[in-house]
């Protein structure tokens, strides 16, 4: 026998002797000895398990409440949710909901930290800005709008958008997908309409694009670059020409 064969023999029997060891080797939550220690031992095995058994000798409150929340997500069991007592109600709810998409029931949550989470996320995986508008954080509730406009390709979305920066990223990577330069100048920024114009005149490769822009420079910039790039695929300018 070769030697490359026998050591590919051995490492083949100390990779089965390590599945078997791990596969018969059990955690005994019930032999540790601090509460905070075992409780967590539990609710780790529940998780592998996946079962809710192993959540019932949880001493902690809301060690409890969590592991049995999180088997009831698992389960689709919004039900039984309301019965909890500590912040793992409103976890629960909130991920029961998201997990069906179901926004009618994010109003179910009295949180505002779970209620943002559970409309906005599904608002964006059902890319429907409805969920946003109920998103009650500023800042997140913008970002809803930008990402399901984008996602999307609706610019009337986001006109939600109160912040002029967000906003204008949101129209002009909507005008750029679509190759719109009409959709450009729903910025409120003069200048980065104008940008954005310039970019699609160039990929058009359209110089009357160019008129639409409104500062001088930039119009100016606009009709020299994609007037001398039409030049440049102009049938007097190619080699094959006679």
């Not at 060891?21 to 609710?43: L, M, P, T, W, Y």
């Not at 709008?145 to 906003?167: E, L, M, P, Q």
Request: with cysteine; hydrophobic share 35%; net charge negative.
């Amino acid at each position: 026998m070769k030697s490359h064969d026998v050591v590919g023999g051995l490492l083949a029997l100390i990779l089965i002797a390590i599945v078997v060891s791990s596969c018969s080797k059990e955690v005994n939550c019930e032999g540790i000895k601090e509460q905070a220690d075992r409780d967590d031992c539990f609710h780790e095995r529940a998780r592998e398990a996946n079962s809710i058994t192993d959540c019932e000798p949880i001493s902690g409150e809301l060690v409890k409440e969590s592991c049995l929340a999180e088997q009831w997500i698992l389960d689709g069991q919004m039900d039984k949710c309301f019965s909890l007592h500590t912040s793992a109600r409103e976890f629960c709810i909130a991920k029961t909901a998201i997990a069906g998409g179901n926004l009618t029931q994010c109003n179910l949550i009295n949180s505002t930290y779970w209620s943002d989470i559970c409309n906005k996320e599904i608002a964006l995986s059902g890319e429907n800005a409805k969920g946003c508008i109920k998103v009650a954080h500023e800042k997140e509730r913008e970002d809803c709008f930008k990402k399901v406009g984008i996602a999307t390709n609706d610019w009337y979305t986001c006109t939600y958008i109160r912040n002029d920066s967000t906003h204008d990223v949101c129209i002009t990577k909507i005008a750029l997908a679509l190759n719109n330069e009409s959709m450009c100048e729903e910025t409120r920024s003069v200048v980065l309409g104008d940008a954005c114009i310039s970019r699609i005149a160039k990929e058009k490769n359209d110089v009357s694009i160019c008129d639409l822009i409104s500062f001088f420079e930039i119009k100016k910039a606009c009709r020299e670059k994609v007037g001398a790039a039409a030049k440049d695929h102009s049938p007097d300018n190619s080699t094959g020409s006679l």
